[in-house]
């Protein structure tokens, strides 16, 4: 059976991966789509903002810590979210944006859509070697 990390682990289908234009053509998935993710794993994770950064009056960060209970484990994460571009007249949204960065950034840290943040998926590997370690404890 399956380790809850395995599942967490496993490649995002081809589907649901978006390229961002611009110079980078950075590869993501959707905040809906990760949520989704996560909920079917794990269930609910609990939340909080740390903090909240700005430069003068603008939100353009924040600090959010999440908690895991990944295979009964309990786990903190705490990342950083930013906006790219903050809106000086709409914090809420500079806020919204920043949780969600944030959140999926946390979500990396445990293995979800991590194959995102690797050169390509042939340089991904966290599925196949909890696989293997699985089939071994299964052998013994």
């Known amino acids: 059976m399956a380790t809850q990390l395995q599942a967490l682990a496993k490649k ?13 053509n950075a590869r ?9 993710m996560i909920l079917a794993t794990l269930g ?16 353009t960060g924040v600090l959010l810590t ?3 209970t990944i295979d009964g484990v309990v786990t903190e994460i ?7 571009r903050p809106n000086p007249d709409n914090n809420g949204q500079n806020l919204q944006t920043s949780i969600s960065v944030a959140y999926r950034k946390c979500c990396m840290r445990v293995g979800k859509c991590l194959q ?7 340089h991904y590997i966290l599925d196949r070697v909890l696989d293997e370690k699985a089939a071994q404890y299964e052998d013994a």
């Not at 995002?12 to 980078?24: L, N, R, Y």
């Not at 993501?28 to 989704?36: E, G, I, L, M, R």
Request: charged letters at 25%; hydrophobic letters at 30%; glycine letters at 8%.
């Open 12 to 24: 995002i289908p081809p589907k649901w991966i978006e390229t961002k234009g611009g110079s980078f």
């Open 28 to 36: 993501y998935v959707s905040h809906a789509a990760v949520t989704q």
């Open 44 to 59: 609910p994770t609990p939340q909080r903002v740390d903090q909240i950064i700005y430069n003068g009056e603008t939100i």
């Open 66 to 68: 999440m908690t895991f």
């Open 78 to 84: 705490t990342e950083a979210g930013d906006c790219e």
């Open 116 to 122: 995102l943040w690797c050169k390509d998926d042939d």
